[in-house]
C-alpha cells in the first residue's frame, strides 16, 4: 500500500504538467478588431500632437 501511495504522487504530478502545458499553449483570444483600431488611431494622435507640441516649443539658442 506504501509502494502504491508513492505512485500516486508522480501520477498527480504529471497529470497536473499536462493540464497546465495545454492552458499554456492554448490560443490567445483575438481582440476585437474595431477596438484595437480606436485604440490604435488614440495611440497615433496622441503621439502627433506629443512631437507637433515638442518641435514648436522648442526654439534654438543663438548663442
Given amino acids: 500500500m506504501g ?3 508513492w505512485l500516486i504522487i508522480p ?7 499536462a493540464l497546465w ?3 499554456a ?3 490567445p483570444r483575438a481582440t476585437g478588431d474595431p477596438a484595437s483600431l480606436a485604440e490604435h488611431r488614440r ?3 496622441a503621439m502627433e500632437r506629443t512631437t507637433a507640441g ?3 516649443s522648442r526654439e ?3 548663442r
Fill in 3 to 5: 509502494a502504491l501511495a
Fill in 11 to 17: 501520477v498527480v504530478a504529471v497529470l497536473a504538467a
Fill in 21 to 23: 502545458a495545454g492552458w
Fill in 25 to 27: 499553449q492554448r490560443a
Fill in 43 to 45: 495611440f497615433m494622435a
Fill in 54 to 56: 515638442a518641435a514648436g
Fill in 60 to 62: 534654438p539658442s543663438g
